[in-house]
């Protein structure tokens, strides 16, 4: 059956502060991947998706980037965290119907 | 641009009562995604309905599709406390990067009062 993770479960950090958070995919190959935000009491927002290695399509430009070093590893980053970037990350993965949601990271920039 | 949206934003009901949360959605789509968030916990898929006509049917929850309309309704039979939750329909888009990506609604935050 598959899996998907993601780390760190939460994080605290500071304004202007590096960001990478992760996300793998396991029992499945080639899937299609997805990063969203939910702001609090908010709704879900896509951030990036992927088709593939190396393939990004950037949906909120911003302060954030994404990549997928690996088949089934997707990476958010950001290299100076702004407070507005304080939110639930979820990390997705779809066959092209179904589409199955990670445990998601909670972050807080202080 | 793809929109998504749902009524009421927030509802509170009490045990036992019947209701309906409505999505509605601004372009040609014939799949309709439902899902449940519980505080700080992620996404639940409920049901994904794929054609127009579409109703599937889980306990007390039974949502239904009418792509003519482009509209999805999810209706709660004899609330319990159980269901209070944050409900989100989303629909997907085709992409020429030969991938779907999935819009969301605003979410339904329901409050089942015992």
């Known amino acids: 059956s598959q899996t998907i993770h993601q780390w760190p479960a939460t994080l605290v950090q500071p304004v202007g502060s590096p960001l990478s958070l992760e996300c793998t995919v396991e029992?499945?190959?080639?899937?299609?991947l997805y990063w969203y935000r939910q702001a609090a009491g908010r709704g879900l927002q896509l951030l990036f998706y992927?088709?593939?290695?190396?393939?990004i399509s950037s949906e909120v430009p911003q302060n954030l980037s994404a990549s997928r070093p690996q088949d089934r590893q997707f990476i958010l980053s950001s290299k100076k965290l702004l407070l507005s970037d304080s939110g639930f990350y979820l990390c997705?993965?779809?066959?092209?119907?179904?589409?199955?949601f990670g445990p998601g990271t909670r972050l807080t920039v202080t | 641009e793809l929109k998504v949206e749902q009524n009421p934003l927030f509802l509170s009901m009490q045990e036992g009562k019947n209701y309906t949360i409505y999505c509605n959605y601004s372009t040609t789509s014939d799949r309709l995604y439902w899902y449940r968030q519980d505080p700080g916990k992620s996404l639940e898929s409920l049901f994904v309905?794929?054609?127009?006509?579409a109703v599937k049917q889980e306990g007390r929850l039974m949502a239904s599709l009418d792509t003519k309309a482009r509209l999805s309704t999810l209706h709660i039979t004899a609330a319990v406390h159980d269901l209070s939750a944050t409900y989100f329909c989303a629909v997907d888009m085709y992409e020429t990067s030969g991938t779907y990506k999935y819009i969301f609604g605003t979410g339904t935050r329901l409050k089942v009062l015992a």
């Open positions: 309905l794929l054609s127009n006509g």
């Open positions: 997705a993965w779809s066959s092209g119907l179904y589409e199955y």
């Open positions: 029992g499945t190959s080639n899937p299609n």
């Open positions: 992927s088709v593939g290695i190396g393939q």
